[in-house]
């Protein structure tokens, strides 16, 4: 394994502990069930013998074993390694750390650590290409072998379970199930946004070397220079195009700014960037 290697797993590890703890000393105990594998071992620890902590391990074992059945070679090396271990996880959590009730008497405070902590963990293993597993393995089956609408179907799936804790707790449980099925989403969604943030610059003006020089031998990045003309002075301009991090924009936006004052940036956020140095599909 290369050394990028080694870092994306110590991630893919970290982020899926992280969304271990959140399930487990969070959502198990107050009962939350919303959303996925983990939300229906919280209706199966209610209805079953079975503790949530053994449901889940089980569940997601078993979608595993049939992910390996219908996906084959397709089925991602990350996706079983993040899905093993959070099992191994939360049932060795259930075995060290034994939960006789929630950690506080504040429910909806439970609920935003219910919902941050997975939801922040998911989203840095979609970045790294993997998933915690559970209902992910039935999208990956879905898309493969079927075309249904991958996002509708597992919306559906999320949503029947959180409205079947409605029949199997009290309704102030159900109801903070339900806005945790809304949030989860939303903040997946943002955290995502944020750790796959650049900038976009877009730079008029009439030396554009100096600046190219600085993209590719200071910040390691690529340009595109265009000619152009000014609508009102008629003179000749040039306009450069490039993206980076945030870190490298700042760096650019300084020297642009020394160099050439008179320069017209535009810089705008932009979270969808393909290609070599960003992200390969």
Known sequence: ????????????????????????????PNNFTFGGVSG????LGKVTPLSPSASNFILNILLILIGFLFLGRDFGVKTVYSSLLLSFSVSGLARFFPMRGPLTDEPLLELVFAVALPAFGSAVLFH????????????????KHSSADIGRALLLCDSLITLSSFFVFDIKTAL?????????????????ENINLSKYFTVICSNPEPICRFIVQK??????VCDAKGAYSHRHKYVVFTVMRRAQAIQLRRFIRRTEPDAFI????????????????
């Open 1 to 28: 394994m290369k050394k990028e290697d080694w870092k994306e797993y110590a991630a893919i590890t970290a982020s899926t502990f992280l969304v271990a703890v959140g399930i487990y000393f969070f959502k198990f």
């Open 40 to 43: 229906l071992s919280v209706v």
């Open 128 to 143: 790294a290409g993997a998933s915690s597993g559970g209902t992910d393995i039935l999208a990956m089956i879905l898309k």
């Open 176 to 192: 903070l199930s339900c806005l945790g099925l809304f949030t989860k989403s939303l903040v997946i969604d943002g955290v995502i």
């Open 219 to 224: 910040l390691n990045r690529s340009a595109t």
């Open 266 to 281: 535009l810089i705008s956020n932009t979270s969808e960037i393909i290609g070599k140095g960003f992200h390969s599909e």
